[in-house]
């Protein structure tokens, strides 16, 4: 299902903002008002792409002016269905609950327009005042580094015509954000990591636990390098 109402420019836009949502009812708008301001002045379309058969989120938006998909659930699956209906050139993909830093766009397009450059991402930022939070970002950052690997929630975001070269996202139901950065890095194409902090929400880590959570994370991360498949590591990660 595919709805453009009211979404109109004369121009292809030059970056497509790509955010999969399932149940963020609570979240969605003020993200989409987060990115109008973020986006002003430049030729954005957001696409937002709704897990749920009945649209539960997409149904609850206060604004037409953004395109709103239906697809099957998974992030995977969805960010796939948005980059399918994308028409910018640049597509990034953003979480529901995760905030750009100022000047982002400029930093995208910027970037984008580098040949070398194939994709990038930004640095981890968390919206919690805990000290704990810092810690994590430090030690996020400084893997992200040295791996030259992002995570899904670093706002990935990569040219379209190399996301179709290397076929997307794996149609796996967790880790596809690894699996693109390590699909990039094998064709050898460049990530480049900007070094801006987005600002995403602490709430999974607080509703979790801050222990339980680093330790699942990083535990998974590392039984999905060693070679088990994400269907059994999915058991693990709600």
Known sequence: MKNTKDFRILLPPVVSIIVPVLNEQETINRTIRH???ACRGFNVEI????????????????TNQVITLVAPAGRASQMNA??????????????????????????????????EIAAGAFSLGIA?????????????????RLTRIAYGDQAV???????????????????EDIGIM????KNRLAIRLIPKPVKTSARRWEKEGLIYGI??????????YAG???????RFYK
């Open 35 to 37: 990115l109008a301001c």
């Open 47 to 62: 696409i937002i792409v709704d897990g749920d058969p009945a649209g539960s989120t997409i149904n609850g938006l206060d």
């Open 82 to 115: 948005g980059a399918k209906a994308a028409s910018g050139g640049i597509l990034l993909f953003l979480h529901a609950d995760t905030h750009l830093p100022a000047g982002a766009m400029g930093d995208v397009i910027r970037t984008c327009r580098r040949p």
């Open 128 to 144: 919690g005042s805990k000290r704990i939070f810092r810690l994590i970002e430090i030690l996020a950052n400084v893997r992200c």
């Open 157 to 175: 975001f990569v040219k379209k015509r190399v996301f179709e070269q290397i076929g997307g996202f794996a149609h796996i139901p967790i880790m």
């Open 182 to 185: 390590q699909r990039l890095k």
């Open 215 to 224: 330790v699942r994370n990083n535990l998974l991360s590392c039984l999905y």
């Open 228 to 234: 088990v498949k994400p269907s059994v590591l999915k």
